[in-house]
């Protein structure tokens, strides 16, 4: 009886089990196992919501920023609003650089004598006390340069003033002569204007006041620039604006 169990175990198994290790590979690949994907979905919504957050905050920030912007085009544009830019000053034709911080300015003096002007926008200041018997504290004294050059002919050497222009005068700051066939390296330039004897200065102011660079031109180069400012920073914010609407 033993014999007979003995018997029918070993043709159980020998059915049931693959003749082979090929047979048993064969019916691994029939049959591969089956690998749950780790939580992929779930990562890409993760990622996706973060996306979508960031997206809302970027437009929320660049929302708040035009509207700030439109805001304060409009203020300036209609407050106070700048001017058209006038194109002539006495015999000087004034050249306007739109989106630059410079000015130019030129006119004939005789048959061959040429004046060109390059003027800052406000380039410093300086405190000053307020007017008045009961003014207290202090105000801002706004400062531009001016560099004046003075030709005889085409092609010749050029006389060059540097002058600082405030609110109400013009002040020489420095004079040398700058060559049309190169300077060198490291140029004499000559004393500090205020190093002159009081006769030079004297008879160099007049011989600029004489081509019509005075203090009535200090204070139009006041007025033109504070004009020029309103319209350039108009100009940057339209461009700003123009920038974060792409």
């Not at 059915?15 to 591969?32: F, G, H």
């Not at 058209?84 to 739109?98: A, C, G």
């Amino acid at each position: 009886m033993a014999r007979l169990i003995q018997m029918a175990r070993r043709a159980y198994l020998s059915s049931s089990l693959p003749s082979s290790p090929k047979t048993l590979i064969s019916r691994l690949q029939q049959s591969p196992l089956q690998i749950e994907k780790p939580f992929h979905n779930s990562l890409n919504q993760v990622f996706q919501t973060r996306n979508y957050i960031t997206e809302m905050r970027k437009s929320a920030f660049e929302g708040n920023i035009l509207r700030i912007l439109r805001t304060e085009i409009q203020y300036e544009s209609e407050y106070a609003p700048s001017k058209e830019p006038v194109t002539e000053f006495n015999s000087f034709t004034v050249e306007d650089r739109p989106g630059e911080q410079w000015v130019r300015l030129r006119r004939k003096c005789g048959d061959k004598e040429e004046i060109k002007i390059e003027v800052t926008m406000f380039d410093g200041s300086i405190p000053v006390p307020k007017s008045g018997d009961d003014a207290q504290g202090e105000d801002m004294k706004l400062h531009i340069s001016l560099i004046v050059d003075v030709s005889k002919v085409e092609g010749c050497d050029v006389l060059e003033f540097i002058c600082s222009a405030w609110p109400d005068c013009l002040e020489i700051q420095k004079v040398f002569l700058l060559k049309r066939d190169g300077m060198p390296a490291a140029p004499y330039t000559g004393p500090g204007f205020k190093d002159l004897s009081d006769d030079l200065q004297d008879s160099l102011q007049e011989f600029l006041e004489a081509r019509g660079v005075t203090d009535e031109l200090a204070v139009f180069l006041h007025e033109y620039m504070m004009n020029k400012d309103k319209t350039e920073f108009i100009r940057w914010m339209g461009t700003v604006k123009s920038f974060i609407e792409k």
